[in-house]
């Protein structure tokens, strides 16, 4: 069965450094996000892509947080300069976009930790 | 969206079946009622949605109640593996996106 993959699954930085994460979603899927999810909480959604366009960002603190999906397939998430409280899960989603029959396929995420 | 209410946990036996409540008293005509559940340390996993009727799939059954304010998930034979954070999401067909709550944590018990 087709998977979202994503790398890397573990991330230790230092404060102030730069992270980059990368997800490759089911070929196929038009439909790309992007979630952080802190220990104990649900899933926040940080940023969506339909192709290469960015549908919602409106989560994504955008001043240390930049996504691309630069051919409408693979994206990476960066963060820089990474701050004590961006610790958390990362995960990616991909979605077919079929409106009343929609499902996400999320991969197994980045677990990120800054020092 | 409509907010949804879980119950933060729940316990069940073993090879008894698993009922978990949701309310979502707001839900509007044109959302959908979406369960997914999260593994330990694993993303997310699709179980089942419905907008009206009631649904059956491999994984679980989704009853919803006549006036959609409300809804069950029931795992029919619940396993250890079952053991996982349950999330009830309302998703409006016109935007592709969820918005997951805190979730119900269930522990199956041998």
């Known amino acids: 069965e087709a998977e979202v993959a994503q790398s890397p699954r573990y991330k230790i930085t230092e404060k102030s450094q730069a992270v980059a994460f990368w997800c490759d979603p089911i070929?196929?899927?038009?439909?790309l996000y992007w979630y952080r999810q802190i220990l104990g909480q649900g899933p926040e959604l940080l940023v969506q892509?339909?192709?290469?366009?960015?549908?919602?960002d409106s989560q994504l603190p955008k001043d240390r947080f930049s996504a691309e999906r630069l051919k409408g397939v693979d994206s990476t998430l960066k963060i820089q300069p990474a701050e004590l409280g961006d610790s958390a899960m990362y995960l990616c989603?991909?979605?077919?976009?079929?409106?009343?029959?929609?499902?996400?396929?999320f991969g197994s995420g980045t677990q990120l930790s800054v020092l | 969206d409509a907010k949804t209410t879980q119950p933060p946990s729940m316990d069940c036996a073993e090879g008894r079946a698993a009922n978990l409540p949701c309310n979502h008293s707001?839900?509007?005509?044109?959302?959908?009622v979406y369960w997914y559940r999260q593994i330990h340390s694993q993303g997310p996993q699709y179980i089942i949605h419905?907008?009206?009727n009631n649904e059956t799939n491999e994984m679980a059954s989704l009853i919803i109640t006549e006036d959609r304010k409300s809804s069950t998930l029931i795992l029919p034979h619940a396993t250890l593996r079952d053991t996982a954070v349950y999330y009830c999401?309302?998703?409006?067909?016109?935007?592709?996106?969820?918005?997951f709550g805190a979730g119900t944590t269930v522990t199956v018990r041998a």
């Open positions: 419905g907008l009206k």
């Open positions: 989603a991909s979605s077919p976009g079929d409106a009343t029959n929609e499902k996400l396929f």
């Open positions: 707001t839900i509007s005509g044109n959302e959908y």
């Open positions: 999401i309302v998703r409006s067909i016109n935007d592709y996106k969820l918005s």
């Open positions: 070929s196929g899927h038009a439909t």
């Open positions: 892509f339909q192709d290469e366009s960015v549908v919602d």
